[in-house]
């Protein structure tokens, strides 16, 4: 063993997940009950006791491209191998932390990992229905959710409170491109009009929004640096129109 100080459950975490490209987004307590909302956002741990802790895994820009592509999921022909990629790295992490894996493509019903990430990050909701970050814009996702009981291995910096105060990126963003960029209009400021883009998309397949990704999201000043390359971006897209 060398000398020295020994790496914090917090950096083994950030260490782990780093090596897929993978980010540590955040935490949360859902016991604090002072954000309003009609969803239940806790979760139950598997011996029925709610979790005391829920931190969010990520995706920041195509930082995790290279690692997923080199993957056996990517190329194994069978479906949603992202997906699937997820769920084998967060149920090992998982496994090995003591924790609970939920996933964000779990569902009908599923659980609602935008209003979980609002509560680890400086996040707001924007007129495209992503939620958007301050450095990374419309670029990030989510891969999954690890749930703790109340023993925490990993430090984390937790959210204390709710972002009211943040100053809101798109309320003062001169133009709102995003609202302009689509070609048919789904966005509304209010609704996704899926339909109309899926619509899009089947009758354009070589198509810019098939090609680099949806238009209304690169129109996005915020973040431009974490875009996703046109070839992650068109895998999304694909797996988008094979559902839609
Ligand atoms: C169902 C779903 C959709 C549906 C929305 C239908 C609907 N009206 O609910 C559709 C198919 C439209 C959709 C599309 C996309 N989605 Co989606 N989607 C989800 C999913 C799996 C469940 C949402 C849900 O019902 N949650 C349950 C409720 C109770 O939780 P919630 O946190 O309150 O949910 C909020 C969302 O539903 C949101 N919402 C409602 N309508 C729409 C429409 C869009 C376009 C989005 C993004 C969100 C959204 O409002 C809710 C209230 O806050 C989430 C993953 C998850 N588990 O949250 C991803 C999720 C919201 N999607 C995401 C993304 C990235 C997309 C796409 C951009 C995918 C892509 N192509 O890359 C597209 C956008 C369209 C496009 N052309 O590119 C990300 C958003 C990340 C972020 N930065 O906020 C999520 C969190 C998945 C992830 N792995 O990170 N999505
Ligand atoms: S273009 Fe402006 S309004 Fe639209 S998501 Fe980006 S910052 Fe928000
Ligand atoms: S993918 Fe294209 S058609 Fe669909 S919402 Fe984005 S810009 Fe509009």
């Known amino acids: 063993m060398p000398d020295g100080p020994q790496p914090s459950a917090h950096e083994q975490l950030e260490a782990g997940l780093?090596?897929?490209?993978?980010?540590?987004?955040?935490?949360?307590?859902?016991?604090?009950?002072?954000?309003?909302?009609?969803?239940?956002?806790?979760?139950?741990?598997?011996?029925?006791?709610?979790?005391?802790?829920?931190?969010?895994?990520?995706?920041?820009?195509?930082?995790?491209?290279?690692?997923?592509?080199?993957?056996?999921?990517?190329?194994?022909?069978?479906?949603?191998?992202?997906?699937?990629?997820?769920?084998?790295i967060g149920t090992e992490l998982a496994a090995r932390w003591g924790a609970?894996?939920?996933?964000?493509?779990?569902?009908?019903?599923?659980?609602?990992?935008?209003?979980?990430a609002a509560r680890a990050e400086q996040l707001k909701t924007s007129p495209v229905m992503l939620k958007i970050h301050p450095t990374f814009g419309l670029w990030h996702a989510y891969r999954f959710a690890l749930a703790f009981s109340s023993e925490l291995p990993v430090e984390a910096t937790v959210n204390p409170s709710?972002?009211?105060?943040?100053?809101?990126?798109?309320?003062?963003c001169d133009g709102q491109p995003c609202l302009q960029a689509c070609p048919v209009q789904a966005f509304t400021g209010a609704a996704f009009r899926l339909e109309a883009c899926a619509d899009h998309l089947h009758g354009s397949p070589d198509g810019d929004c098939m090609r680099v990704g949806c238009l209304a999201r690169r129109a996005c000043p915020v973040g431009t640096e974490y875009a996703y390359t046109p070839d992650h971006a068109a895998f999304h897209m694909r797996a988008f129109i094979r559902q839609h």
Not at 29 to 57: C, F, H
Not at 107 to 116: D, E, M, S, V
Not at 162 to 172: F, G, H, K, Q, R
């Open 100 to 116: 609970l894996a939920v996933f964000p493509f779990e569902g009908p019903p599923y659980h609602p990992f935008q209003q979980w």
């Open 162 to 172: 709710p972002t009211m105060n943040e100053a809101d990126i798109c309320l003062s």
């Open 18 to 88: 780093a090596a897929f490209g993978l980010q540590l987004r955040g935490a949360w307590r859902p016991e604090v009950k002072t954000w309003a909302s009609g969803t239940d956002l806790s979760i139950n741990l598997p011996d029925g006791q709610p979790a005391v802790m829920i931190y969010l895994v990520g995706v920041v820009g195509s930082a995790f491209w290279p690692a997923f592509k080199a993957s056996t999921f990517y190329r194994d022909g069978l479906p949603d191998p992202l997906d699937r990629w997820s769920h084998a």
